[in-house]
């Protein structure tokens, strides 16, 4: 299996590579997992909001109005997109970038979160 690049550390003067989706070494997970907490109340409950509206739409445009999930791409399978996923977690350290967001298909969506319930609880 191929691995990944290992990129620096996203924290103020660690010079650490990682591997980590998160953008921060094993040393600074918690460094993440706080700048994602700050973030979110910063944006308040955000999701309504106009800016993210106006993102999701260019999502859903880049998309095409298809859902972009994993499970649809690897079977090839073609859905109708309802929502916009972040492909890593805002809990994980995921931005609300273009390059982490895509659009996915309610039930879709729907699964990913179960299943990610389900890998957490275990
Ligand atoms: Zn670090
Ligand atoms: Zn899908």
Same mark, same amino acid.
């Given at each position: +299996? #191929?691995?990944? #690049?290992?990129?620096?550390?996203?924290?103020?003067?660690?010079?650490?590579?990682?591997?980590?989706?998160?953008?921060?070494?094993?040393? %600074?997970?918690?460094?993440?997992?706080?700048?994602?907490?700050?973030? !979110?109340?910063?944006?308040?409950?955000?999701?309504?909001?106009? #800016?993210?509206?106006?993102?999701?739409?260019?999502? +859903?445009?880049?998309?095409?109005? &298809?859902?972009?999930?994993?499970?649809?791409?690897?079977?090839?399978?073609?859905?109708?997109? %309802?929502?916009?996923?972040?492909?890593?977690?805002?809990?994980?350290?995921?931005?609300?970038? #273009? !390059?982490? &967001?895509?659009?996915?298909?309610?039930?879709? %969506?729907?699964?990913?979160?179960?299943?990610?319930?389900?890998?957490?609880?275990?």
């Amino acid at each position: +299996m #191929p691995l990944r #690049p290992q990129r620096p550390c996203r924290a103020q003067g660690c010079r650490s590579l990682h591997r980590n989706s998160n953008g921060y070494c094993d040393g %600074h997970a918690e460094v993440a997992v706080e700048q994602a907490k700050a973030w !979110a109340t910063r944006k308040g409950s955000g999701r309504g909001g106009r #800016p993210w509206r106006r993102l999701r739409d260019r999502v +859903m445009k880049r998309d095409q109005y &298809l859902c972009r999930c994993d499970e649809c791409i690897r079977l090839d399978r073609i859905r109708e997109a %309802h929502e916009v996923d972040h492909i890593v977690a805002l809990a994980l350290g995921g931005t609300d970038e #273009p !390059a982490n &967001l895509r659009a996915i298909n309610r039930d879709c %969506h729907k699964e990913k979160t179960q299943r990610e319930s389900k890998s957490i609880k275990k």
